[in-house]
């Protein structure tokens, strides 16, 4: 019988105790959850296609894989939920998966109520919602025996996209272009992807896999019943947002205290309008689409969570994560996350630090990182004791396609939306001097630094120092006018960060 019945009743130092007396699954459960995924998945791959034309063509299994917390090595004793992800030859696409889906599981419902006895377990199936969505999955219950828990199964027909899965390389970018560029909802695609999402937690130690396990008993036991009807956050979101929180408090470590981890997760909770968490182990920033879409995602009202494997499937949009944190804020005044000095555990930021990489015209860029909830001023005065000004400094930063923007001190990265690795230019000025920004016709504009009383033509020459084209090449537009060589810029009404075209002469 283990010391402590409840997880708020149990000390933080008794924690480890807890999760190896009441969590940790037993071996005889763990053999009926491998009996069961056994039987079921001869089925697929013997029974379930065999002597039938579905879509006018013969069906083949190319693989079936396990997901759900069974697949990731985090199940809870005598509660299992497996995903079985059935990899289909007629799903050639994302696109013939959207459209076929339907079909395909109302043709694995059919043979598996035929076939059920075959399988020597009761089977019941779970009835869907009624919805006008195409379900992606059948969901079905499995007894193994009578005096056991039932086992919940979700089937899920996929896309191979992967292929030939190989955990330690990046998949191909194109795969990731193909899933952004198909039109689907959020997360639509995952199952696709499962192979990754499995590897991403599986391969962490097995003291984190003990944390992750409190963190979704918690959910289970004093989340999710207090909450039936409303739209929780899935367990995966608060798996990945544990798996940062020990990333980021740890250093990766493999030996941490489970107390200190516990309560930091509880901590990142209550501030869940400021989490923006993603990783670049499987996509990143290289591909230009792929590039784009991101920087859309990490722009979206936070918390944003996004998948490790699937870039579309951001777990933080729009569910209930202030009911998440007030159950939060009750569970840090229980004896499970009791301590004598809180600030002695993981310190764990909402989001990770921002590379900046800062250019000025005649010096060698300088890269560093940077708090995205710290104030804009603080970047300034780092960048003021590196290169020393005595005038105004003036911070820029462009999108992709974008506009050239002011970086205002009293802002920060976040409020600008960046949470991945951004340039920004830095100009000295020097009152009255203004700042204007002069985009060619790549779309990449610079910022150059002018007294408002200076001709065209001096603008003009500032570019060509600043290595554009020849004055006698350059052609100057503000709002759709060309612009002459001896006009001011506060004759044209030209002010502070004004954005100016530049055309090449022919």
Known sequence: MALFQTLYDTPTDMLSAFVEQNLQPEGNWKEEVKDA????????REQCFRDELVLDQEVRVLKVVKGGSSGKGTTLNYSSDVDMVLFLSCFPSFQDQAEHRGLIISFIEERLTQYSRNLAYSI??????????????????????????????????????????????????????????????????????????????????????DLLRLVKHWY?????????????????ALELLTIYAWEIGTDKSNSFNLGEGFRAVMELLIDYENICIYWTKYYDFQNETVRIYLKQQLKECRPVILDPADPTNNLGSKKRWDLVAREAVRCLRQACCWTEDPSQGWHVQPARNVQVTVKKAGEEAWIFSVNPYHPIRKMKAKIKRTWGFSGQQRLSFQEPGGERHLLSNRQTLAYYGIFSKVSVRVLETFPPEIQVFVKDSSGLSKPYAIHPEDSIRDLKEKIEEGGGPYVEDQVLKFQNRILGNHRSLSDLQIKDCDTIILVKRN
């Not at 995924?37 to 697929?44: A, D, H, P, S, V």
């Not at 969901?139 to 089937?155: L, T």
């Not at 996209?161 to 639509?188: M, Q």
């Open 37 to 44: 995924w056994q039987r079921i998945e001869r089925f697929f």
């Open 124 to 209: 019941t199936m779970v009835p869907r919602r009624e919805t006008s969505r195409v379900p992606r999955s059948l969901s079905f219950q499995i007894q193994p025996r009578r005096n056991s828990e039932a086992i919940g199964v979700d089937v899920l027909p996929a896309y191979d996209a992967l292929r030939h899965f190989c955990p330690d390389s990046k998949p191909s970018p194109e795969i990731y272009e193909d899933l952004i560029t198909s039109g689907a909802t959020p997360g639509e695609f995952s199952p696709s992807f499962t192979e990754l999402q499995r590897h991403f937690v599986k391969s962490r130690p097995v003291k984190l896999k």
């Open 220 to 236: 289970l036991q004093y989340l999710k019943p207090k909450y039936q009807n409303s739209a929780l956050p899935p367990k995966y």
